[in-house]
């Protein structure tokens, strides 16, 4: 059973910079794994924004934060990062990591942590 915990979100002003980390808890491999970055802000719905794959760490990004954002990973931690520079308020939400066996924008993924909150306001 892979267990995620979401750390490293907070309140930023536009502009700004947060780096979120996703550790996984039980003792599962996350290397294994893709892990998926994920956000839902209020009255919308969940969205995805970054995976890594666990196969040779290929990275996939919405159209939404590629160029702003950077998704990595540390197996040696098991743990997985989500990189994020150039902040705008519409990137306000709560932000998940999950992890399946490849890298989907589809909300199928097996584990999911409990989600960390970003706010960007000034």
């Known amino acids: 059973q892979v267990q995620l915990v979401e750390s490293g979100g907070g309140w930023v002003q536009p502009g700004g910079s947060l780096r979120l980390s996703c550790t996984e808890s039980?003792?599962?491999?996350?290397?294994?794994?893709?892990v998926g970055w994920f956000r839902q802000a209020p009255g919308k719905e969940r969205e995805g924004v970054a995976c890594i794959s666990g196969y040779d760490a290929s990275t996939y990004y919405a159209d939404s934060v590629k160029g702003r954002f950077s998704v990595s990973r540390d197996n040696a931690k098991n743990a997985a990062y989500l990189q994020m520079n150039s902040l705008k308020p519409e990137d306000t939400a709560v932000y998940y990591c999950a992890a399946r066996s490849y890298c989907s924008f589809k909300y199928d993924y097996n584990y999911w942590g409990q989600g960390t909150p970003v706010t960007v306001s000034s």
């Open positions: 039980s003792g599962a491999t996350l290397g294994y794994y893709a």
